[in-house]
């Protein structure tokens, strides 16, 4: 449902950010193209993961402008530390989990294991 929203979805959400609305636009089109058609697998919303997600991914935008640091992994709360992970885990395959968890993804892992 994520990917099928546009700019008046994502408002409807709460997210009224002209330069956020259009940041998720552009992270849900990469991955709608990465998905290859499939069916997205439900994912249980939480709104502090997706925070964590979008001001890492703000502060790795700045940064890649030459205006901010290189970003930190974020810090997680214990409580939520599982669902951050499936969270990212799920849109963010291999590599693009590293810059959030610091290694890539448990499937990437696997794979690479397997070989």
Avoid: W
């Avoid at 979805?9 to 499939?38: N, P, Q």
């Avoid at 291999?94 to 696997?110: H, N, T, V, Y």
Wanted: charged share 35%; net charge positive.
């Amino acid at each position: 449902e994520l990917l099928a929203l546009g700019a008046e979805g994502l408002k409807a959400l709460g997210i009224s950010r002209i330069g956020t609305v259009y940041l998720l636009l552009d992270e849900m089109d990469k991955l709608r193209r990465r998905s290859g058609g499939r069916e997205a697998a439900l994912l249980e919303h939480s709104p502090y993961c997706f925070g964590k997600i979008l001001d890492h991914l703000r502060t790795k935008r700045r940064h890649d402008q030459n205006f901010a640091d290189d970003p930190a992994r974020p810090t997680v709360r214990e409580s939520e530390k599982k669902r951050f992970e499936n969270t990212v885990n799920h849109f963010f395959a291999g590599d693009d989990a590293k810059s959030f968890l610091g290694r890539s993804s448990p499937i990437e892992a696997e794979n690479t294991v397997n070989r």
